[in-house]
């Protein structure tokens, strides 16, 4: 009965019970088990109420059990479970992590007035790379590499003696994401694109995955190992979705993103200067629609001259369906004249009105476009009132 701890230091605890309340208890004896880690660890039989068990390990729950025996019969155990006294680091757990650094905590079971200092070595691979000495029960370990194992042991000092010490093994995270993700120049087709390393202690090692998307798919992808990136063949005027992950070794960061408008191509233009293809003379954006429409003064047609038409595809047949260049006066599919050929070049289209349209795809080019008066309008239409009279209007019979 009333099976309790009475005394414990490192190592050691001291028990005691009361006899229970039967005639012949002076008789007894007790036999009593402890146990650590749930193994059985020992057992003892006394004739007295209480026991002194050593060799515990500090910080560990231990199990007591004492069974009262008479004869050869024996009682129902009395049990008590306590953590063995000591210095060792209890309860060592990871408290945080991140990509650079881990936080951990512990309890020093008998240090009571906080007092007790605590030795803290990081190791990597078996080699020990920091230590710590503190008074606290949690620590921060930073410069840390992201994604990688560690083994951290904890001993703490105690009555002058360094106890044991407790493992942990722990893991950072994934690496950081880019900062600062930004669009610094963009034209027709093309987006240049940059972004600040993260501040992570190894982030020159780092490459970048880059992947961007249109239309909601996904266009391309390239790892960089710098900072920027230029990024071709855009669909003129449509958003674009750029996201870029920092990676090291095999592990990736959260991506930072970037939404952004394709520069359009094509719109209204004057009837005067030159007008070329996007990277002319190059032909950089195979898959690149565009439309212009061009405009003379009212009372003025447009001439459109063609400079020069860098043909890539032979065209058996009178259609060109891979790469044109094309004008109209209405719609888009209402193209009066298609343009494919080397001898289109020198060709020269003027307009029936003060607009023309003027419709690309894939095919470099370059025209001039003028202005002159319209060449399709004549005199204006008079309004002139006047009176004719039949031969010899005063006479009442017709002269034959």
Not at 76 to 101: H, M, N, R
Not at 270 to 297: K, T
Not at 315 to 324: D, G, N, P
Not at 356 to 370: D, E, G, K, Q
């Amino acid at each position: 009965m009333n099976l309790t701890v009475v005394e414990q230091g490192v190592g050691f605890a001291s028990l005691r019970w009361t006899a229970p309340n039967d005639p012949n208890k002076d008789s007894y004896t007790y036999h009593v088990i402890w146990y650590q880690y749930e193994y059985r660890m020992n057992s003892r039989t006394v004739h007295g109420t209480e026991i002194n068990i050593t060799s515990l390990s500090p910080g560990i729950n231990s199990t007591v059990t004492v069974t009262s025996s008479y004869g050869n019969k024996s009682s129902l155990p009395a049990t008590i479970t306590f953590a063995a006294d000591g210095c060792i680091p209890a309860q060592l757990k990871v408290v945080s992590y991140s990509p650079t650094s881990v936080t951990l905590s512990w309890i020093v079971p008998n240090d009571l007035n906080n007092t007790h200092l605590s030795f803290v070595s990081l190791f990597s691979s078996g080699k020990e790379i920091q230590n710590h000495t503190t008074k606290n029960k949690e620590i921060t370990i930073t410069g840390l590499s992201p994604f990688t194992k560690y083994n951290v042991s904890i001993s703490s000092l105690c009555d002058g003696t360094e106890s044991i010490p407790a493992r942990i093994d722990v893991q950072t995270g994934p690496p950081s994401p880019p900062m600062n993700l930004t669009v610094v120049e963009q034209d027709v087709g093309f987006a240049f694109v940059r972004w600040a390393a993260p501040n992570d202690p190894n982030k020159d090692n780092y490459t970048y995955d880059v992947t961007w998307y249109q239309y909601e798919n996904r266009m391309n992808s390239r790892t960089v190992h710098g900072t920027e990136i230029n990024i071709t063949r855009l669909t003129n005027g449509e958003n674009c979705t750029v996201n870029v992950t920092s990676s090291y070794g095999n592990k990736s960061s959260l991506p930072a993103t970037i939404t952004f408008t394709a520069v359009p191509c094509g719109g209204k233009v004057r009837a005067e200067g030159w007008l070329s293809s996007p990277g002319y003379p190059q032909n950089m954006y195979l898959y690149m629609d565009c439309v212009w429409d061009i405009e003379a003064p009212l009372g003025h047609v447009v001439v459109l001259t063609v400079v020069d038409l860098n043909y890539y595809y032979y065209y058996s047949s009178s259609q060109c369906y891979r790469t044109w260049l094309a004008v109209g006066y209405n719609q888009t599919s209402d193209r009066d004249v298609t343009m494919c050929r080397y001898s289109d070049v020198g060709r020269r289209i003027i307009s029936i009105t003060n607009t023309l349209r003027l419709f690309y795809h894939a095919i470099p080019f370059n025209v001039t476009l003028s202005s002159q008066g319209n060449l399709f309008t004549c005199c204006p239409v008079i309004d002139i009132k006047f009176i004719v009279y039949s031969p010899d209007y005063a006479s009442k019979s017709p002269q034959l």
